[in-house]
């Protein structure tokens, strides 16, 4: 190993290229900073290279070929026949991956950071050290954030070294259409899945843990849901402990346990939603004095420091959030907190999607989480079918519920399953975030014909005025 005989002073060192961490350093850049970026892999991190782009530019094939079967109601001939090619797909994805990362490498250069290829742990509470094959170098720093993201772990008792026994992100890397996927959880990262091999062609089994009876939504969302994953006639099963895991030679045996005794499944593949461990063990963070929790993962605060006021943690390696659009914001704030701006992050009103069988789209307190924290109530739903936007573009299947708080109209929850509920999410967040009011929602002008008029009138449903509900 070469040794570098001095270290490198910089103001602000990022470990780690994810969207928390590349978000940290271009903003800390834009204000001045002088930034170093290490990444021990590909910039984008897993996020970008493995899972939120690659599950969904699945999920918008899988829109595509839905759709496609779909078009002879519009008077198209010439779709009977349209097939799917999963090559053609990770061809497509690898360009695009490509592409992106590439993206990233010309915003860090145009914002003149500096990137460093290795593996970087810390020394002291102001130095770090970074490996990079036999090459070795320390790094003095000012401020250092840490954006080290997370890993799936597999779950004890299962087999972890069979490509039949899917994990993570290993859906999205398959060469293959599995002729018949289980799919062991009930997290947005299990229904997004299902609904795109199912649209590929797969048979598709969801196995619900034995706490669970349905999924995390709303329960008027809930219920739809499992409508349409029975239309699509994917198999739930409910409240079902999954006792064993045997890799076979040409699929994989499940045995399941439920109040109704004990059965086998016989699958191609098995997908097993699992949790996540922080990679923060190779960090040496006890030389820097850092905490973390039992687990790996670094508390912070709501300007993103950890216990070291100079040291910062962001996105999936911290205790305070799991999704990319939380490390994002996070990032922003850690790189604007390291110039000297007063920035704050706020875990409240982040909203959850899913692209799945019909996308679901959610912000707020649920009608249940409403009534538990002692809120007096008014809850309205609007069905799509009565939407004049979904009728003509057939996407009638879909509700948009509204929770709000009688005694002074303030919004409290959104929640939609449907066709444009991703789409329309954003306007809920602000509203929420403004504590708007029913009048808030329902005074502005909506598009005619379109999705949208669905969230105006869930809104007016609130108050007995809703013309098509």
């Known amino acids: 190993m070469v040794v570098g005989d001095f270290a490198h002073e910089r103001e602000v060192v990022v470990i780690g290229g994810g969207p928390g961490g590349y978000h940290a350093a271009i903003r800390a850049a834009q204000l001045g900073k002088e930034v170093t970026i290490i990444e021990n892999q590909k910039l984008g991190g897993v996020c970008l290279n493995e899972s939120c782009v690659p599950s969904k530019l699945f999920a918008n094939a899988a829109g595509k070929l839905d759709e496609a079967r779909d078009m002879e109601s519009f008077g198209i001939k010439g779709y009977e026949k349209v097939s799917f090619d999963i090559n053609g ?13 590439q993206g990233v490498e010309a915003l860090l250069k145009k914002n003149n950071i500096e990137k460093v290829q290795g593996t970087a742990f810390f020394i002291s509470d102001t130095e770090l050290g970074v490996e990079n094959q036999d090459a070795f170098e320390k790094y003095k720093f000012e401020q250092v954030i840490i954006a080290t993201g997370a890993s799936f772990s ?17 859906l999205y890397a398959m060469d293959e259409t599995p002729e018949h996927l289980a799919l062991y959880g009930s997290d947005y990262i299990t229904l997004e899945a ?50 064993d895991v045997t890799a076979l030679k040409d699929g994989v045996h499940v045995t399941l346990i439920s109040s109704n005794g004990e059965l086998t499944i016989e699958a191609s593949h098995l997908f097993v939603s ?23 993962f670094i508390p912070i605060t709501n300007t993103t ?12 390696t911290t205790t305070s959030g799991s999704l990319a659009v939380e490390a994002i914001k ?16 706020d875990p409240g009103l982040c909203p959850v999607v899913a692209h799945t069988v019909k996308p679901i789209a959610v912000v707020g307190l649920t009608e249940e989480e409403a009534l538990q924290e002692g809120y007096n109530i008014r809850v309205s739903q609007f069905p799509l079918a009565s939407n004049g936007y979904a009728a003509l573009s057939n996407e009638k299947e879909g509700i948009v519920k509204v929770v709000s708080e009688k005694d002074t109209d303030v919004i409290l929850g959104y929640h939609a399953i449907g066709c444009g509920s991703i789409e329309m999410i954003s306007s809920a967040v602000q509203v929420l975030e403004m504590g708007g009011r029913i009048e808030d929602v329902i005074y502005p002008y909506y598009p005619h014909p379109s999705i949208n008029e669905a969230w105006l009138e869930a809104a007016e449903g609130l108050l007995g005025k809703a013309v098509h509900g």
């Open 154 to 170: 597999a779950p004890e008792n299962i087999p972890d070294n069979d490509d039949r026994i899917l994990f993570g992100s290993s």
């Open 330 to 345: 996070q990032g922003k704030v850690a790189g604007e907190q390291a110039a000297g701006e007063n920035s704050e992050w």
């Open 274 to 296: 699992s949790d996540k461990s922080a990679n923060t063990s190779g960090l040496r963070l006890e030389s820097c004095g850092v905490e973390v929790s039992a687990n790996g």
């Open 89 to 101: 797909l990770q061809e497509r994805k690898n360009k695009v991956v490509h592409s992106l990362t």
């Open 194 to 243: 299902a609904a795109i091999f199912a649209s590929f062609g797969s048979e598709i089994t969801i196995i619900l843990d034995q706490e669970k009876d349905s999924f995390s939504f709303d329960k008027t969302i809930n219920k739809e849901l499992l409508r349409l994953l029975k239309k699509r006639k994917i198999k739930v099963y409910k409240k079902t402990k999954m006792t």
């Open 305 to 316: 420091q950890t216990n070291k006021s100079h040291v910062y943690a962001v996105g999936d």
